[in-house]
């Protein structure tokens, strides 16, 4: 059981980092958030312009080989097409962050109610509140995901609490580990 131990330990701390990390995006969302969206936007373009740009050098400097079956040029202009509609559309890309955290959220919330439900079946006496947890999680998500009109500001503020629950219910989890095996 020592293997597994350490196992749920190390997921564990992943689990705090990554709260960690999502703590720092909702500060910044609540205190900037127009600026983060369109920020993302734009690196995201910038990304996709680097790859158009690298698969239309590439379909240049491999020219006569295997000729037939290269789309680099097409995949290169897509690219730089799908850059460009990003940088344009960054509140589009706002709508789809929202979706994107919110089901990351339901999803993390769904895998912490089936935590709650295994330490029931050993009996352990933290399964109420990782249950409560993952209830209020899943309202979170699901609260983001499925609210057009949410604001940026309160996405920080939801990703926030989420975080410090998360963070909460892993170290509770932790510190409860001898009980559980």
């Known amino acids: 059981m020592d293997f597994f131990q350490k196992i749920l330990k190390k997921s564990g701390w992943i689990s705090i ?104 079946q050993l009996s352990n006496k933290i399964w109420v509140y990782s249950l409560i947890l993952a209830v209020v999680m899943f309202v979170c998500g699901l609260f983001i995901a499925l609210n057009p009109g949410v604001i940026t500001t309160t996405i920080g503020i939801i990703m926030i609490v989420y975080s410090i629950i998360d963070i909460a219910e892993t170290i509770i989890l932790m510190k409860n580990l001898k009980d559980v095996f």
């Open 17 to 120: 980092l990554e709260s960690i990390i999502f703590i720092i995006l909702g500060v910044i969302l609540v205190f900037n958030p127009e600026g983060i969206i369109r920020f993302i936007s734009y690196v995201l373009g910038a990304i996709f312009i680097i790859i158009g740009l690298f698969k239309i050098i590439s379909y240049f400097s491999a020219k006569g080989e295997n000729d037939f079956y290269n789309y680099d040029i097409i995949y290169g202009i897509l690219a730089i097409v799908i850059a460009i509609i990003t940088m344009v559309y960054s509140p589009t890309i706002a709508s789809l962050l929202r979706i994107i955290i919110g089901v990351w959220i339901i999803y993390t919330s769904l895998v912490r109610f089936s935590y709650a439900l295994r330490l029931r």
